[in-house]
């Protein structure tokens, strides 16, 4: 599923901000035919009475899409509508999920106890008018009236158990689609005692509830997008692999947990200035050009393939890069800035979480996890015993129980099934937090 990212859904929410006194001006002064046939609705005046209808909706509307960007403004928006119908009691649930009726905002009197909230969880689940209204169109917006007679009404158990206690008598209310096949409930309630519901409530209501959807549904997106742009983020951080975002001047845009790692403990490849380097003059100049060409493939100047290069360092496996072509997909063409994303592996760099991990998932012992880690690394035996300080036949004894053990027959094959599990996967005990850019680290070559 493609999600837009924060700021991408930032750019709408604006938007739809500035249309929505028009909006709501042509709700209110031009409803269309199918709309009146539908709610049975007289003709709009247009004058002081619209005015003063736009008036008293307006800072809901403003409400509604600030609680896109701030769930916490939700909770005041139940008490907002209460008072622009005139009313004491509202609640704003989605029905149909999972996990039941979800209140999203309620009124203080639907603010129940938690001694009681299985009695409350049962009506809100039994909801009569709910039950009702769900035979009548989406969007119809309805009173308790034209669902039954109040006699009638009086008699129900919902009446008698739920409503009664609460002080809720008149309704009126509208039922919406909400996203993942469940349905949004907007009721507004009033005392016995008061006037019941009449048109001009119903068209005030049918005004507003498009609003209520949208901001709803806005707030899905977000959330949604939120949590994929936080669970993307913390993959990265959890992976081996170095990540890094860079522009055109080799400026180091971002960087993961594994390549600030990697940077700061390489000799060979370096960050000054903000600027990604290789102390090695040839192969820095290769780099700078590959940059180069990955941030023109991702402004679509030219299509070049994905290179790859090698850094050597002495005595040791070399550090291998791949370059390739990003630009930020939530963005438009002319705002969203080319630049590329190299992935940096060291075959030395084992996460710490590596040997835990393989006795937790092949049942090895700690010395035999040891080995398998290192044959991982690519490693030979000889280089492990004289690191271990250990005679190289008890490498090769640990070595082949932990063969046995992981269903391997070859050197080569562990170090394929250690390479490619999830061992290299680290797991901290809370949240990552958010790493900042690689501190600057001097050449190596300096004087």
């Not at 050597?312 to 969203?336: E, F, G, K, Y």
Request: glycine share 6%; hydrophobic share 40%.
């Amino acid at each position: 599923m493609k999600t837009k990212t924060f700021v991408g859904l930032m750019e709408e929410i604006p938007l739809l901000t500035l249309r929505q006194r028009k909006q709501l001006q042509k709700r209110l002064d031009e409803p269309n035919g199918q709309q009146q046939k539908r709610l049975n609705f007289s003709e709009t005046p247009v004058g002081s009475k619209t005015r003063q209808q736009e008036d008293r909706l307006s800072p809901i509307i403003n409400l509604l899409y600030d609680a896109v960007l701030n769930d916490g403004q939700w909770q005041g928006i139940a008490a907002a509508i209460a008072k622009a119908f005139d009313s004491t009691s509202v609640v704003l649930k989605i029905c149909g999920g999972p996990l039941g009726p979800q209140l999203t905002s309620v009124t203080d009197n639907l603010r129940i106890s938690a001694r009681e909230q299985s009695w409350a969880d049962h009506w809100h689940r039994n909801d009569l008018w709910v039950e009702r209204s769900a035979l009548l169109d989406t969007g119809q917006v309805f009173t308790s009236r034209s669902l039954m007679p109040d006699a009638q009404f009086e008699r129900t158990g919902f009446y008698q158990d739920w409503t009664r206690r609460l002080d809720i008598y008149h309704m009126v209310g509208v039922l919406f689609p909400s996203g993942h096949g469940e349905t949004g409930v907007l009721g507004v309630h009033r005392i016995r005692a008061a006037d019941p519901y009449g048109e001009a409530d119903r068209r005030q209501l049918y005004a507003l509830f498009p609003h209520v959807r949208r901001a709803l549904a806005l707030g899905d997106r977000l959330r949604e997008s939120e949590l994929a742009q936080s669970a993307s983020l913390e993959a990265l951080e959890r992976i081996e692999t170095g990540v890094l975002v860079v522009d055109a001047s080799c400026t180091v845009l971002y960087a993961n947990r594994a390549a600030e790692w990697l940077l700061e403990s390489s000799l060979e490849i370096r960050v000054q200035g903000q600027r990604l380097g290789i102390d090695d003059p040839s192969l820095n100049n290769r780099l700078a050009r590959l940059i180069r060409e990955a941030e023109q493939t991702a402004a679509g100047r030219v299509h070049l393939p994905s290179p790859a290069m090698a850094v050597a360092r002495s005595d040791r496996l070399p550090i291998t890069l791949l370059v390739a072509p990003w630009r930020a997909t939530w963005a438009p063409a002319d705002i969203a800035q080319p630049a590329a994303m190299i992935f940096i592996r060291d075959p030395e760099i084992s996460a710490s979480a590596t040997n835990q991990t393989l006795r937790e998932l092949f049942g090895l012992t700690r010395a035999e996890a040891v080995i398998a880690t290192a044959i991982g690394e690519g490693q030979s035996p000889e280089r492990i015993a004289a690191a271990l300080g250990v005679g190289l036949g008890t490498v090769h004894t640990h070595l082949k129980k932990a063969l046995a053990k992981t269903g391997t027959s070859r050197q080569g094959a562990l170090a394929a099934l250690v390479a490619r599990s999830v061992a290299g996967i680290s797991i901290p005990a809370v949240p990552l937090p958010v790493r900042e850019r690689p501190r600057d680290k001097p050449s190596a070559n300096r004087s």
